[in-house]
Structures are given as C-alpha cells and as structure tokens.
C-alpha cells in the first residue's frame, strides 16, 4: 500500500471514488470504518485527508522535518493496521488519528533523548589515562609560570576546557556546559589540549 506516493494513489482511485462517495465526500470517521472493512481506495482517501495534519503535529513536536516525515509514515500504517480499533463513541475519527500521532511523535523525541543521555552518561563517566597521566605530571614537575607560556599554545577551545578541568576542578559533563559544547567534543580538546601542552612542558624543562 504504502509502495505508491499520494499523487499515484490518488489517481488510481478517483475513479472508484468518485462512484462510491457521490455528491457529498465521505467524513473521515466513514473512511475510516471502511478502511476497516479493508478497502483501499477509503483508506487512500482517508490518507490524503489526514496526511497534512498528522505530518505538521508530528513537526510541531520532533522539530526536525525527515524525522517527522518518518514518524507520519508511521502514524498512518499504524492508522491503516488498527483501524478496526476505532469507535466513534468515544470521539472522533480525527481525534483518534491525532492521538495516534502525538504518542508516536513523544515517543521518537523520547527515544531520542534517552540515547544522547547514555551517549552523554559514558563519556563522562569515561577516564581518560593521558589526561590524568599529565596533570599529575604536570602538577608535580612543573613550575606554574611555564604551565601559563605552554597554555598560550594551545587553540582557545583547548585552552578554556584544559583550564575549566585542570586549574577548576571541573568535570567533563560541566565543562561542556560552560563551554556550550559537547561532551565528546571537550573530552577531545581536553585530550589533545594536555597532549600539546605535555609537549611544550617537556621541551621547557
């Protein structure tokens, strides 16, 4: 069913549909028991009825248009799957429809935040050997004044994260939140920042 795009569905069943539904088009709540019934051209209908709606909740709520396009597709396959769940007596076939797609769509959103959370939750919790091996090398062979010379070496970004962790005390997870950056993203200038400054620490000594 779903092989086909709209414009191709379309035109395909508006013959049939224009013998069934006659003067008036037919409710969604009509397309939507008839699709029960199995018949494709209420369902293709219904489809073009309800497709605007459900992918723009679905926007609203993912904020990201492919993502949202996905989620939709789902909505209506899930809307042509269960259709026999529908009753009218407990609201309508739009509602029904709606309801369908803000789950779905809370359901992507929340899927999608609790992968960056574990994503997040393991690079802090990470160690780092060269970060904890020049630090302390760093605090018990060198002098100050040339940690301050070699940190002028480094890129900005390397500069702020390398000082927020060593001289701050902080941890990755609040680096990247002072640095509106992310966690792997500080966790590497943070690496590669203490790598640079090792080097121009070993050549001062």
């Known amino acids: 069913?779903?092989?086909?795009?709209?414009?191709?569905?379309?035109?395909?069943?508006?013959?049939?549909?224009?013998?069934?539904?006659?003067?008036?088009?037919?409710?969604?709540?009509?397309?939507?028991?008839?699709?029960?019934?199995g018949e494709d051209d209420a369902f293709a209908a219904l489809y073009d009825l309800m497709s605007g709606r459900v992918y723009g909740l679905c926007l609203r709520i993912v904020r990201d248009p492919a993502q949202a396009e996905e989620v939709a597709q789902e909505v209506l396959v899930e809307v042509w799957r269960t259709a026999t769940r529908f009753d009218e007596h407990r609201g309508s076939a739009s509602a029904w429809i709606t309801t369908i797609a803000h789950r779905r769509a809370v359901d992507r959103v929340r899927s999608a935040q609790a992968a960056g959370d574990r994503e997040r939750r393991a690079a802090a919790e990470s160690v780092e050997p060269e970060y904890d091996q020049v630090a302390e090398a760093a605090a018990g062979r060198l002098e100050h004044r040339q940690v301050r010379r070699c940190l002028k070496t480094l890129t900005e970004l390397q500069r702020q994260a390398?000082?927020?962790?060593?001289?701050?005390?902080?941890?990755?997870?609040?680096?990247?939140?002072?640095?509106?950056?992310?966690?792997p993203t500080v966790k590497s200038r943070i690496r590669d920042g203490l790598v640079k400054l090792r080097d121009c620490l070993e050549v001062a000594r």
């Open 162 to 183: 390398v000082t927020l962790a060593y001289y701050g005390g902080h941890t990755y997870r609040q680096v990247a939140t002072l640095l509106d950056a992310a966690v």
């Open 1 to 37: 069913m779903f092989d086909q795009g709209p414009e191709a569905r379309r035109r395909q069943d508006q013959p049939r549909l224009s013998v069934v539904a006659g003067a008036e088009p037919a409710t969604a709540e009509a397309l939507l028991h008839r699709t029960a019934l």
